[in-house]
């Protein structure tokens, strides 16, 4: 059993926060989306992360990264703790209750959706079919008196380009209604519209008024051409408008009348709210440089879509029948694909391939926790997986949409042959290692997943020579990976060729249908997961002083591999251990039900980008697997069993 490094019991507080941090947990944030710019919220009221124009974009609000790299509070005077929050249902509307000494406050903050709005010209962003409803632009916060009285105060204060950039604030028109904020050197123009009475304090637009009950007042933000509010009810005729556009598209998905409902909703709205609508790419995180380890250097930008992630997206969003939502992501993964460059680990949403690395000194880093990264270096490694899994992602959807697109044919074969001419050479596996290369097990799977799917694919063509050279490469592979990849007194799959390590990818054996679950080395390769590449129950991805990962210090347990492990459990048929263990990652959910990349099994908090596509992915096939699979068990037995625990 592995044993984290622990803070010292003066640096941690009750709630498992850093005591005395001005910092959030990052749980603690409200996620907010019109699928094309996220933001985040801390429970103070304050807008603490938002970039524009789209998601990768530089940041106006930066305060997540540097306490004055800029922020957006709405707020009552002096309160920081509001008596609750929650999403109004089904949708990505927060709401905010404050609970004064005065009066009660509800606070609604969202991300306009408005009509389709490009009816005179063209879109130049949008690849995707055209579709009713676009991104408004606009940031709304609206708040109403329901009791009482109460100080409300305002403050908007952008500094442009992360933070390195303050503005000046103008007035736009007659009276007090309408800011505008502008940046030296800088083309992009903010304007604030209001129904209260604005003033500027250097980089800084403050309102304040005292709301009784019945009184309302909204504020809204805008970064490009389109009109923010000009009055209340508008503002509230707009925000109706938004909760139909969530209602009416989660309302296409197929939920099971189960409990864990309300995971799964938030987790597929969360994935709808990190897909770049224009192009139809999943932001693998809104964030960048949120740690994996409190004040370690362990950093990266997480705006970007990577490969690998689109087989758990299509396993995901088909299972619970977004497929529209699926069809665009996969004609993404199609776009960046085709021509002639080799295939990358990832792309930018935009379907950009060059994605440097550089880092922002400027910026103190959450908690301390330095360098900040934009861009990401990983994007040019050689990590074996991604023809497995762009094969893998072409092999659903042909499945789901029962024929294989004819422009989708010669991208195949062109990464079946990339798998075949590079799986004996040694690469930085799924986890992006940056220590020396490694014949990582997990790679060559993935390569055995380009050519078996490929020779699927190719016989549903009737090309007969291809199926055949491709599957007999596949055996080669499976035969390689069994001989090479295995511990032979443990009889349990290894991290890579000439080690012992466990490794949690090694999960994705039964998942990918290698070898049948039933196959002795798999559930022994499960087991030792289970038991020693686990901290109370939660997956490490691997032990860092086992790894040669050209890092430094420790990590989180990481949630998408402790739902591997779920569904790796059910694979294997053990329901009753799948079932406690994924009861215990649902009660880890953020208050809002929304997770991060990893979480520190000695307190429970979350570390790393938030909020994490790869783990809500990943939350939604095994929540959905295990579903099915109980209800297949109890189905057999007639009578449900009692509790959960007499599951097999």
């Not at 490094?5 to 709630?15: A, D, F, G, K, T």
């Not at 990052?26 to 094309?36: G, K, N, Q, T, V």
């Not at 519209?193 to 008024?209: I, M, N, Q, S, Y």
């Not at 922002?360 to 861009?375: F, S």
Request: proline fraction near 6%.
């Amino acid at each position: 059993m592995h044993e984290p490094q622990r803070m010292e019991p003066h640096q941690v507080s009750l709630n498992g926060t850093i005591a005395g941090s001005p910092y959030p947990p990052i749980a603690d944030y409200a996620f907010l989306s019109d699928c094309e710019v996220s933001a985040l919220i801390a429970p103070s009221g304050r807008v603490e992360w938002m970039c524009v124009p789209r998601m990768d974009g530089p940041s106006i609000f930066g305060a997540m990264l540097d306490r004055d790299a800029g922020g957006f509070r709405v707020s009552p005077a002096d309160q920081r703790v509001p008596t609750g929050r929650r999403y109004l249902p089904g949708t990505m509307i927060l709401e905010t209750t404050w609970g004064t000494r005065t009066g009660w406050v509800v606070c609604h903050d969202v991300l306009l959706i408005g009509p389709w709005h490009h009816e005179r010209e063209r879109s130049m962003t949008h690849r995707r079919s055209p579709t009713d409803t676009d991104a408004d632009h606009v940031l709304l916060r609206m708040m109403r008196c329901i009791n009482g009285h109460v100080e409300m105060h305002v403050e908007c204060e952008p500094k442009v380009d992360y933070g390195r950039r303050p503005v000046t604030w103008a007035y736009g028109d007659e009276g007090y209604g309408h800011g505008i904020a502008r940046a030296e050197g800088e083309s992009i123009e903010l304007r604030l519209r209001t129904d209260l009475r604005l003033g500027f304090e250097g980089g800084r637009a403050r309102a304040r008024t005292t709301l009784r009950e019945g009184d309302s007042a909204f504020v809204a933000l805008t970064w490009t051409e389109h009109q923010p509010p000009t009055s209340y009810d508008d503002a509230y005729r707009r925000m109706d408008f938004t909760a139909d556009f969530w209602h009416a598209w989660l309302s296409n998905g197929t939920f099971p009348d189960h409990p864990w409902r309300q995971y799964l909703e938030r987790s597929a709205l969360t994935l709808k709210g990190l897909t770049y609508a224009p192009t139809g790419a999943m932001c693998a995180a809104s964030t960048t440089s949120l740690p994996e380890a409190p004040g370690g250097t362990r950093n990266w930008d997480y705006r970007f879509s990577w490969i690998r992630d689109s087989t758990f997206m299509l396993w995901g969003l088909y299972s619970l029948g977004f497929a529209q939502e699926a069809g665009d992501y996969y004609y993404f993964i199609e776009d960046v694909a085709s021509g002639d460059r080799d295939l990358q680990v990832m792309y930018g949403i935009g379907g950009e391939h060059e994605l440097p690395e550089s880092t922002l000194d400027h910026l103190d880093g959450y908690e301390h926790a330095k360098p900040v990264r934009i861009g990401n270096g990983a994007y040019n490694q050689d990590q074996h997986d991604v023809w497995g899994a762009l094969l893998d992602s072409f092999y659903i959807h042909t499945k789901n949409r029962d024929q294989l697109p004819e422009s989708a044919w010669p991208i195949l074969c062109k990464q079946v042959e990339m798998a075949i001419s590079r799986w004996r050479e040694p690469d930085r596996s799924i986890w992006e290692v940056r220590g020396d290369p490694q014949h990582f097990t997990s790679s060559k799977v993935f390569c055995w997943v380009a050519c078996d799917r490929g020779a699927k694919l190719a016989r549903l063509r009737h090309d007969t020579e291809r199926a055949e050279r491709w599957q007999q490469v596949a055996d080669e592979i499976h035969a390689d990976v069994c001989e090479h990849g295995v511990d032979p007194e443990r009889g349990r799959f290894v991290q890579h060729y000439g080690t012992t390590a466990l490794d949690a990818s090694l999960l994705l054996i039964p998942l990918l249908r290698f070898l049948p679950p039933e196959d002795e080395r798999v559930r022994n390769t499960v087991f030792g997961i289970a038991d020693e590449l686990s901290v109370d129950g939660m997956v490490l991805r691997y032990l860092v002083h086992e790894t040669d990962d050209g890092l430094d210090g420790e990590e989180g347990t990481f949630a998408i591999c402790s739902f591997w492990l779920v569904s790796a459990l059910v694979e294997i048929g053990e329901l009753g251990r799948a079932r406690k263990l994924c009861e215990k990652l649902l009660a880890y959910a953020s208050p809002l039900a929304l997770y991060a990349e990893e979480i520190d099994a000695a307190t429970g908090r979350h570390l790393g980008n938030f909020p994490q596509a790869f783990t809500h992915l990943a939350l939604i096939n095994a929540v959905m697997k295990l579903i099915a699979a109980e209800e297949e068990f109890v189905a057999a037995h007639v009578t449900a069993p009692e509790s959960p625990a007499q599951l097999p």
